[in-house]
């Protein structure tokens, strides 16, 4: 089954930056807007960037300025950069391709 694969979480202290990569084997990487979303305990999933085929980019304002999400067509890979991390940054992140297409999600944890 063609899924999208997280990875690059982990636990990171206020203020650090850390990495995801979302690799998209199988998946018609060219003609897919790519997006990573999130969800703290208790909330609902929400979007935190997207970047369609044509490289336009989206962000939820709550990370605008402190994220960059890229896309690499020669790897199938999608990059989500985070920096000056918050504590509410703290939630499982997900990659998504249209077409409904979810990865399992990474955990990212930024203590205070």
């Known amino acids: 089954q063609v899924q999208p694969v997280e990875s690059g979480g982990g636990l990171v202290q206020a203020g650090g930056s850390l990495r995801l990569s979302c690799a998209a084997s199988?998946?018609?990487?060219?003609?897919?807007?790519m997006a990573w979303y999130r969800q703290a305990p208790g909330k609902q999933r929400e979007l935190v960037a997207s970047?369609?085929?044509?490289?336009?980019?989206n962000y939820a304002d709550a990370v605008k300025g402190r994220f960059t999400i890229s896309r690499d067509g020669a790897k199938n890979t999608v990059y989500l950069q985070m920096n000056s991390l918050k504590s509410e940054d703290t939630a499982v992140y997900y990659c998504?391709?249209?077409?409904?297409?979810w990865g399992q999600g990474t955990q990212v944890t930024v203590s205070s």
């Open positions: 998504f391709a249209t077409g409904n297409l």
């Open positions: 199988g998946i018609i990487f060219s003609i897919n807007t």
């Open positions: 970047i369609t085929r044509a490289g336009t980019t």
